[in-house]
């Protein structure tokens, strides 16, 4: 059986290279760490969480929650990773980013199946099968090729990650725990979350300073379209004086223990680590220059003193036009055994780009073992994610999972929530149905580690 080439090991390639693997496929994995990072990474381990380390909801009535229960029941080792290295996060899965990576990178290059070669691809691999999962900052040289390849398709928009600031500098004395609602399972749990309170006055000033702050603006050439799920946090607040605080800095659900009241609005804080040694300003991503950002977020109540773990920053997000060029299966129209996986087709969010490549390598692995793929069913978090990639060719644009995805809900009238949870029992139930008919051993239930051993 031929040997895979996968290029990129993030989410979507670490989670392709590694089913591959457990369906008995040889894989060649390029990765450009430790020779090269993208601006956004600063670690030299593999599958790097860059933006933010939490994988987002975790209930079924939250359709990225429902992606992730369909993950575990595909046998998806980013969900393994996850579930091993979870930190409290309320209603939320949120990981240790540092185990997070580091147990994908003992998974890969332990894997005897799998051989790890460290360079920077700069142009599209003649050998095929091949999946390119390179990300959103998908190298220059190797983006050039690809638009040699596929013609002006190929898009660019711009992304922002937010600050960490370092626990021993938050004020503890200003601030309060809180999940929204009371939200989590545990008393931890409830207490994920640090919650900054302002009040009106403290929030409009706020505001103004967010829209007077100095940007680091973009080159002349390039030509800025933000993705509408991780706005800037000053250019929400240039929509307008209340747009934050119905956004990332509403109070909803958030009682101050000192008032007995919500807040006007409020910055939340969410554990980086299972320690509690940073917290990530929840919906902060931002363009402002590093001063000015240390200046701003001083002035929010509890970070007066705060020391930045890392600034927020702008990066480059390079994605294709997927409805034109790529199948039903991730796979580039009249280019041979040429697949594409993760933020690089439009998929977005840390999950979905781990389906995106776990979709990849099925689809692959079917082919190579002379079936034809047969699609995941309509209704199932996986097959909306294959429909948002075959929608809208005339303006495509990156997107998360929504129940908007899937099939329509046909069954009685239900409330929003509870139609969620019936729309969730459905998917469950026909992925379960077209597992079944499936005659391929995706690697389900075995265990990461015995890839050392040569089972997996």
Not at 436 to 441: E, K, L, N, T
């Amino acid at each position: 059986m031929a040997t895979v080439t996968v290029v990129g090991a993030g989410l979507a390639g670490s989670e392709a290279a590694l089913t591959l693997a457990a369906r008995g496929i040889s894989v060649r994995l390029l990765e450009q760490k430790p020779r090269a990072r993208t601006p956004a990474q600063s670690m030299d381990s593999l599958c790097e969480l860059v933006c933010s380390n939490s994988l987002r909801g975790a209930g079924l009535t939250n359709a990225v929650g429902l992606l992730k229960e369909e993950m575990r029941r595909l046998g998806s080792f980013v969900m393994r990773a996850a579930d091993l290295t979870r930190v409290p996060a309320g209603g939320a899965l949120a990981v240790d980013r540092e185990r997070f990576s580091a147990t994908i990178t003992e998974w890969l290059s332990s894997n005897p199946r799998i051989e790890l070669v460290c360079e920077e691809v700069q142009r599209v691999p003649a050998a095929r099968p091949a999946v390119i999962a390179t990300g959103p900052l998908t190298a220059d040289a190797l983006a050039t090729d690809l638009e040699a390849l596929l013609g002006r398709e190929s898009l660019a928009y711009y992304d922002a990650i937010a600050p960490i600031v370092s626990a021993d500098s938050i004020d503890w004395e200003r601030v309060f725990f809180a999940s929204r609602y009371d939200k989590g399972e545990s008393e931890e749990e409830r207490r994920a979350y640090v919650n900054c309170p302002l009040t009106r006055e403290q929030y409009q000033a706020f505001v103004a300073e967010l829209v007077g702050a100095r940007k680091v603006e973009p080159k002349p050439f390039e030509d800025v379209r933000y993705f509408e799920g991780c706005l800037p946090i000053e250019v929400m607040a240039e929509r307008g004086d209340r747009t934050l605080s119905f956004g990332p800095m509403k109070p909803v659900g958030l009682t101050d223990p000192r008032t007995g009241r919500w807040p006007f609005a409020v910055v939340q804080l969410r554990k980086e680590d299972e320690a509690g040694t940073a917290y990530n300003l929840v919906g902060f991503q931002t363009r402002m220059a590093r001063p000015e950002q240390e200046r701003i977020f001083r002035t929010i109540p509890g970070l007066e003193q705060a020391e930045f773990l890392r600034h927020g920053a702008v990066h480059r997000n390079t994605f294709l036009n997927a409805p034109r060029l790529l199948d039903s299966t991730q796979r580039l129209r009249d280019a041979g055994e040429l697949y594409f996986a993760g933020q690089i087709t439009g998929t977005e969010g840390y999950v979905e780009s781990a389906a995106s490549g776990w979709l990849a390598a099925h689809f692959l692995a079917e082919r190579l073992e002379g079936r034809e793929p047969e699609l995941p069913p309509a209704t199932t978090a996986h097959g909306g994610l294959l429909a948002q990639l075959r929608r809208n060719p005339e303006d495509y644009q990156p997107s998360n999972i929504t129940f908007s995805h899937l099939a329509p809900w046909q069954g009685d009238r239900l409330k929003k929530r509870e139609k969620y949870q019936a729309m969730a029992e459905r998917a469950l139930g026909d992925l379960a149905s077209w597992r079944s008919h499936q005659a391929c051993d995706d690697g389900v239930g075995v265990q990461p580690v015995l890839a050392r051993d040569g089972v997996a």
